[in-house]
């Protein structure tokens, strides 16, 4: 594809129809506010299952393919500073079949991962209580995200505050209780080396979230300097947040403990005699996965959004409030089908599955940065190269059950392009079939603008 020119993009961010209100440190926090705590408090335990405290080498393994996909990411959100992410990417760079499969890919996982994060707000609150809680969160979050993006990162900012708070109480209580040992950690290979990658693939669906930052590439104030600095600062002190929880965690109630729990910090705490502190551990462990759901459902439904736009989705969802300047009716959707999910799905299978197609997401993302010339690369091709094969052997090294289930919402969201696609050469669907013409026309005048 030309760069520059009437059909390439430009160093200067397109007009936009939505506001450009965030900041590098408003991109950063909610970079921040996707990460921290889905790792922590939801896959610490199915990772210590899966290989002991291996998973220590599995974190490291999950941080260094995070950080080829964040230099992908970055740069193309860079060249494309627009809502959409991988969906625009891989559409601008690859064609439109792997734009939709990465957005449409993008959509199902990150519902799942929605879904994943309510029912955890709801174990940590009250398990008794766990689905109605988790509905109740959907909803009063989707009416914070339907005000404003700048009401999303100021309430963002809130909820880390808290985590982090709580979690420095964990790693005091898991130090300082007396019972933290390094004969508590056990074989770091007890698991093998597929244990091990099984890990880093669920430790990954934890780091996903600096893209979130590129899904609202039409709402960051100077996007093309922004974004490719917000988002390694924040994949950066979520990996030394992550690291310092887990290890702290291991030494004090090893991993058997770990992998058994539903609550595995709140064990963690519970190991030593500062048990009085576990209840400040589940209020983080309620207040991360809260703002995990707001940042999710914000990135989901600009993909959405972008998705309708390109009338690869109902168009009705491509509607931009006149006031709160979102696309409300993108936000709404996603939030109602959320929170469908939050009475159907298992926290654990939820995590497998949105891995498994957040992986096939960000590998399209590094095929993308692939084929940027060097002048808008400037980070190594290798890097790209790296994070693909990366992102191949975790997706194929998760549960079986996840990579089957994967595998089927993928084929399905492939076929129904394929279909469409048909249907359209054939005359049956007109203007509204993928890679129409008055489609590409949009994409040229920038940020899916029409007249």
Known sequence: MAEGGVGGPTDEAPATRLARRLGFSDAVIIGLGSMIGAGVFAALGPAAAAAGSGLLIGLV????????????????????????????????????????????????????????????????????????????????????????????????????????????????????????????????????????????????????????????GEEVVDPARTIPRAIPTALGIALVVYGAVAVAALLAAGPSALAGSTAPLATSARAGSLEWLAPAVRVGGAVATLGVLLSLVAGVSRTVFAMAADRELPRWLDVVHPRHKVPHRAEMAVATLVAALVLLCDLRSAIGFSSFTVLTYYAITNASAWTLPTERRRRPRLLAAAGALGCAVLAFTLPPPSVVLGTVALSVGAGAWLLQATLARRGGRGGSRPGCQECQRDRRGGAFARA
């Open 61 to 216: 393994v999950a941080a260094a393919v995070a950080y080829c996909n964040a230099t992908s990411s970055a740069r193309l959100a860079a060249v494309y500073p627009r809502s959409g992410g991988t969906y625009v990417y891989g559409r601008e760079r690859l064609g439109d079949f792997w734009g939709y499969l990465a957005g449409w890919g993008f959509v199902v996982g990150k519902t799942a991962s929605c879904a994943a994060m309510a029912l955890t707000f709801g174990a940590y609150t009250a398990p008794g209580w766990q689905r109605p809680l988790a509905v109740a969160a959907v909803v009063a979050l989707a009416a914070v995200n339907y005000r404003g993006v700048r009401k999303t990162a100021g309430v963002t900012r809130l909820i880390i505050g808290i985590v982090l708070a709580s979690l420095a109480a964990v790693v005091v209580a898991a130090l300082l209780g007396g019972t933290a040992s390094g004969d508590n950690l056990g074989s770091l290979t007890v698991g093998g080396a597929r244990g091990v990658l099984e890990a880093a693939g669920l430790l990954f669906f934890a780091f996903a979230g600096y893209a979130r930052i590129a899904t609202l």
